[in-house]
Structure formats: structure tokens, C-alpha cells
């Protein structure tokens, strides 16, 4: 597994409570220590009841709920089924067996927004989790075009092998701005208010500025809309 990869990944999760499900103690104890490596707090519980009474207790602080499908009391579709009555959002994700064809189709019908085939691997998690944050968006990522990404947790740029790119602070804060319009077209004087700290106006440095930067990837990653101004397109 690419390091680089790993290490962007960790970064936008460190900070967050998930709920785990697992009724076999032998398995959520391995479970959890592959997940500890992604998030900084785990909440575990042995079956789909425990589960959703500490989902209620947590629910402002979770941000993913990660189950078991097979579990005695309330399965983890049935946690599902609970959790969606109140919360659309909330990623559910489902450790399941090959066998469980039937389950993952109920799932699919409550509401679950992945699920991972046992056995599982660290790679198999990452790439669920990857999913997760670029469906979901709660992560504050924000995917351009071309393969780049951009991270409001940390306020840093980053290419599609996941390297970030190291950018002057003038360079941060434009695309900061471009890539929080949602695609809209930010106009030359909007650009210098945000980005230059003075009374002055002149196009040139906006113009020049988004020519360093677009040098700087290769890639003309924000574009010029003739007659009004510039946009960074969003990889929908």
C-alpha cells in the first residue's frame, strides 16, 4: 500500500468516533486494532442493540457506524434499519461473508453505504474508507479535476498519487476561496479582496498568481472565464 496514500487518509480521520458492532470477540478485537489505525476514538459494541443504544447516546460525535451483519438480539441490518429512521446521513458500512448475499441486499435496501467481505485486510478497509469520504463529503474534501483534492481540515492541496503540494501562502488562500464556490466563478476583484492584503487594484497579479500556480501543477487546474473571472472545476 502506497504510504503516501495511507498517511492522506489518516489525516482527514484521526480526529473521529466511529461506532463498531462485532459480537465474536476474537474478531472485533482484531477489527479494532486495524481501524485504531485510522480513527483516534472507537466505540465498540457486541451486538446491533448495544449498538444502536450507544449510537443515541453518541450520535453528534459519530461519524461512521461500522457492523456486522450476523449478530444475535438485533443483527446489523436491523441497526441500520434503526439508525436511518432518524439519520440519513451517517455512513453505515457492513463486515459481511460471502455467504451473506441475502443480508447485503436487505442492507443495500435500508440504506448501507458499503460494505467489506470477510476476510478483510488493511487495504480493504483504506479503500471503503476512501469511498466513504468522496461519497459522502462529511470529511471536507473537496475532489477537482484532474485528480486533485483539496483538504479544508488542514487547508492543503493535493495531487492524485496523494502528495501534497506545497504551496506559497498566496497560492492557499486563492484556492481555498475557488474551491469552496462550488463551481461558481470567482470575478478578479473578489480574488485580490480575499487574497491581497492592501488597497491596491490590478489584474495583472491575480492574472500572474493563477499562472504560477497552474506552472506549479502542470495542469491549468483554475481556468479563466472570458469577461468574468475564475473557476477550479469540481470533480463531481
Not at 496514500?5 to 474478531?27: F, G, M, R, V
Not at 474534501?141 to 483538504?151: A, E, M, P, S, V
Amino acid at each position: 500500500m502506497d504510504k503516501d496514500y495511507l498517511k492522506s487518509i489518516i489525516k482527514q480521520t484521526k480526529d473521529y468516533t466511529i461506532l463498531y458492532a462485532e459480537d465474536n470477540e476474537e474478531q472485533r478485537l482484531q477489527t479494532i486494532k486495524m481501524l485504531q489505525n485510522y480513527f483516534g476514538n472507537i466505540i465498540s459494541a457486541v451486538n446491533g442493540h448495544e449498538a444502536f443504544e450507544l449510537y443515541k447516546e453518541h450520535k453528534d460525535e459519530i461519524k461512521i457506524v461500522f457492523t456486522d451483519i450476523k449478530m444475535p438480539i438485533m443483527d446489523g441490518i436491523k441497526l441500520c434499519e434503526h439508525i436511518r429512521e432518524t439519520d440519513k446521513i451517517v455512513p453505515v458500512v457492513i463486515f459481511s461473508a460471502y455467504d451473506d448475499k441475502e443480508f447485503l441486499l436487505e442492507g443495500i435496501k435500508v440504506g448501507i453505504d458499503g460494505y467489506i467481505l470477510k476476510p478483510y485486510t488493511l487495504e480493504l478497509i483504506t479503500e471503503t474508507i476512501q469511498k466513504i469520504i468522496k461519497k459522502t463529503g462529511q470529511f471536507n474534501i473537496r475532489y477537482l479535476k484532474d485528480g486533485f483534492y483539496w483538504n479544508q481540515n488542514d487547508e492543503s492541496l493535493y495531487n492524485k498519487d496523494h502528495h501534497e503540494i506545497k504551496l506559497s501562502k498566496n497560492e492557499r488562500v486563492l484556492v481555498k476561496l475557488l474551491s469552496s464556490a462550488e463551481n461558481k466563478i470567482v470575478s478578479p476583484l473578489d480574488i485580490e479582496n480575499e487574497v491581497f492584503d492592501d488597497l491596491k487594484s490590478d489584474n495583472r497579479r491575480v492574472r500572474n498568481l493563477i499562472s504560477r500556480l497552474n506552472l506549479k501543477l502542470n495542469k491549468n487546474l483554475v481556468e479563466s472565464i472570458y469577461g468574468e473571472g475564475y473557476k477550479i472545476a469540481l470533480n463531481q
